[in-house]
């Protein structure tokens, strides 16, 4: 499987480890030229969602991601990477749940940015997640996913009630971190 890791910002290292421990034959997308490869998957890396969006509207990536992942190619996003891919943003202070025109719309979720707060920015915890029991899921200045906005989503993990990772036509999207413990 040829898989396309996003790498213009962020923690797009651990997430090509993680798929090469998957056994995916793996490239960077930098710029244009890189899109003109193959490719079975595309993966979008935790990191500073307002930052990659922007890369992406200056490197001229945007427009074509947003047509691959409208066109139905399978898509592996955690954080930063749910964050960009998000219909709608919640966070306080966004009155009318506008998201940043550089951010793709795709996968009808509300995020709220940053929302475990300081104290609990980061954290590590153990729960279901697809059928399997006592996963290790890592938060990194999480986002949460604060509304569903399809009734054809299922949720794969949730904490405090709420979901982390959800699966919805070719996207698979999550709060946490699968790519930092997928052999804990
Ligand atoms: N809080 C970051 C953002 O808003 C996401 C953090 C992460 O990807 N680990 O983009």
Redesign the pocket.
Not at 45 to 52: A, H, L, N
Not at 140 to 143: E, F, L, Q, T
């Given at each position: 499987m040829k898989v396309g890791v996003l790498a213009v910002q962020?923690?797009f290292a651990e997430m090509e480890a993680y798929w090469r421990a998957e056994g995916a034959d793996v490239f960077e997308i930098r710029q244009l030229a890189d899109l003109g490869r193959p490719v079975d998957l595309l993966a979008l890396?935790?990191?500073?969602?307002?930052?990659?969006g922007k890369l992406l509207k200056d490197l001229g990536l945007f427009d074509p991601i947003k047509k691959l992942i409208d066109g139905g190619l399978p898509v592996f996003a955690?954080?930063?990477?749910l964050?960009l891919l998000a219909e709608k943003i919640d966070d306080p202070g966004s009155r009318d749940g506008t998201r940043p025109e550089q951010w793709f719309g795709a996968l009808p979720v509300a995020v709220r940015?940053?929302a475990y707060g300081r104290q609990l920015g980061s954290f590590t915890t153990r729960g279901d997640f697809d059928g399997k029991h006592d996963f290790p899921m890592t938060f990194?200045?999480?986002?949460a996913i604060t509304d569903l906005l399809s009734p054809d989503i299922e949720v794969l993990s949730t904490f405090d009630g709420a979901p982390t990772a959800v699966r919805w036509r070719n996207i698979t999207a999550f709060t946490w971190?699968p790519e930092l413990n997928a052999t804990a």
């Open positions: 962020g923690a890396p935790g990191g500073e969602s307002t930052v990659q955690t954080c930063a990477g964050i940015r940053n990194i200045r999480a986002p971190h």
